[in-house]
């Protein structure tokens, strides 16, 4: 009798995660991108975990570091890639996602999608004899948060004990790194406006795990002492109330005035593309406390051990 195969492991959540996968996970990458310091971007790791292994990647938003960052991280990993815009396929006309799954499970060794609906990124791993990953949805970013938390770690050390202040919309991203909290053990503190406040859902999910999330709706209270302030656009992709966003969240920008409430060496992120005098103004952007530009390109580093642990290699 022939055993059944193993079920895929995929990337779709932070919280369905464990700490010490995440914390391998980080370590990978940490050592891969030291590992290849100084080498041409398009040479292969020299372990090559993905060797002989194909990406295929779906987007249903537009991208840029998601999309140059998967097919850099899979090439280095030794490994190939196929792109499609989810129009171009057969998923534009009314193919059943499940349908997709098995074709695709044939035909690759993994997916990643950039999806409109995380119920989507669900349901083809749910129908998937190989791994997904989630490139981003409606409900998380959890690619993104690796990346962070190890720009973060880079500059400041472990994120553990540490105090990270969410300014500005409750969205995708601001619930990935909710998820993170409780497992890698830093505050997360959170100011929003109270009609665009993180998903409740995420927050008694964080409770329950002992996380140290708190929310506010004064961003000063939340940056106070802060290690690192992050922030993102104020209207994502899909969003179609734009004035209103804008003028609830106006005094939610980042300036230098508010990174002078956090800790002496704080440090800023942004996931990327910025509003630039919206959310966050040039003197913090191109100032001293960003890590943007490392923050971006460890996107492929954080991105290559995600890939490295669905294919077992972690």
Request: glycine residues 6%; contains cysteine; proline residues 5%.
């Amino acid at each position: 009798m022939t055993a059944p195969a193993p079920a895929p492991r995929h990337f779709l959540d932070i919280w369905k995660l464990e700490g010490h996968e995440l914390r391998a996970i980080l370590e990978d990458a940490k050592a891969r991108k030291a590992a290849r310091r100084g080498w041409p971007k398009g040479r292969p790791d020299a372990d090559r975990p993905a060797e002989g292994r194909t990406l295929a990647m779906i987007f249903e938003k537009n991208s840029t570091r998601t999309r140059f960052s998967f097919d850099a991280a899979m090439r280095q990993l030794g490994g190939d890639v196929i792109i499609s815009n989810a129009v171009d396929m057969q998923l534009g006309r009314g193919e059943p996602i499940e349908d997709t799954a098995r074709v695709l499970s044939r035909m690759v060794d993994a997916v990643m999608i950039r999806s409109n609906v995380h119920e989507d990124v669900e349901r083809l791993a749910l129908w998937s004899t190989i791994p997904v990953i989630n490139g981003l949805s409606d409900r998380s970013h959890p690619c993104q948060i690796l990346a962070d938390l190890m720009t973060f770690e880079e500059h400041r050390g472990l994120v553990e004990g540490k105090t990270f202040a969410w300014v500005g919309d409750g969205n995708n991203v601001c619930s990935s790194f909710i998820h993170a909290a409780p497992k890698l053990g830093f505050r997360l503190n959170i100011a929003t406006p109270a009609v665009f406040h993180p998903d409740m859902m995420d927050l008694a999910r964080a409770a329950e795990q002992q996380g140290q999330v708190k929310t506010t709706q004064d961003p000063r209270e939340a940056v106070r002492g802060a290690d690192c302030v992050i922030t993102d656009t104020w209207v994502s992709m899909g969003d179609t109330d734009h004035d209103e966003r804008l003028e609830a969240l106006e005094p939610y920008q980042v300036d230098a005035r508010l990174m002078g409430e956090a800790a002496k060496d704080a440090v800023f992120l942004h996931c990327l593309p910025a509003h630039r005098g919206e959310e966050v103004t040039d003197e913090v952007m191109d100032g001293p406390a960003s890590l943007i530009w490392d923050e971006a390109e460890n996107r492929i580093h954080a991105q290559k051990s995600i890939l490295a642990w669905c294919f077992g290699a972690i």
